[in-house]
């Protein structure tokens, strides 16, 4: 049932254009394996085999701990609603700081240079393999919009409020690794 490809179609891309929520999954040599919800509302198909995601602060920064310590990255949909399906992209992952170059340049070109509130990193991937499956088993859910709860912290917060915050609970991952987002993290 599983079906492999090199790249993402067409078909593909407009599956991932009508899902609401994908996951992300990356661990590290000695490490938990981490598996994150995350909203499409952030995410970004750049190519036929690149595609990224704005990250917008959290109460961890695992996927940024992995990536530095290994770089497997595995993105993951799946239709809640209409035709099953189950879609992976599977490669290598990389962190865009907030405020360096590369991240301006992608979040002006694929966000419409729009930061939303709380916005930590921008999480790359490089695909190399794309992988689809059945599906069947996945429940079906209604799509009842998105969470404005993260948008009104961050907001609250303010810039000076989150960056303490990030210090705080995002400079290391769970298993005691640097994460990068702060020198000598």
């Known amino acids: 049932m599983a079906k492999q490809f090199p790249r993402l179609d067409e078909r593909l891309r407009d599956f991932i254009g009508r899902q609401h929520v994908f996951f992300t999954a990356s661990a590290a040599a000695g490490t938990r394996v981490n598996v994150s919800p995350r909203s499409t ?4 198909i750049l190519g036929d ?3 990224a995601y704005l990250d917008l602060t959290g109460s961890g920064n695992e996927t940024a701990a992995h990536l ?3 770089g497997r990255l595995t993105l993951m949909l799946c239709a809640f ?3 099953p399906m189950i879609l992976r992209l ?3 992952g990389s962190v865009l700081a907030r405020g360096g170059a ?3 340049r992608l979040l002006d070109t694929a966000f419409g240079g729009t930061e939303p509130p709380g916005a930590r990193q921008i999480v790359h991937i490089a695909i190399d393999l794309v992988q689809t499956s059945c599906g069947y088993a996945v429940p079906l859910f209604d799509y009842g919009g998105e969470r404005e709860n993260l948008d009104r912290w961050a907001a609250a917060k303010g810039e000076a409020g989150l960056d303490a915050y990030r210090r705080e609970k995002n400079a290391r991952s769970l298993d005691g690794l640097p994460t990068g987002l ?4």
């Open 81 to 83: 609603e209409g035709l």
């Open 68 to 70: 530095r310590a290994d």
């Open 90 to 92: 599977y490669g290598r």
């Open 49 to 51: 085999t690149e595609a």
């Open 182 to 185: 702060f020198d000598g993290a």
């Open 41 to 44: 509302r952030e995410l970004r």
């Open 102 to 104: 590369d991240y301006a």
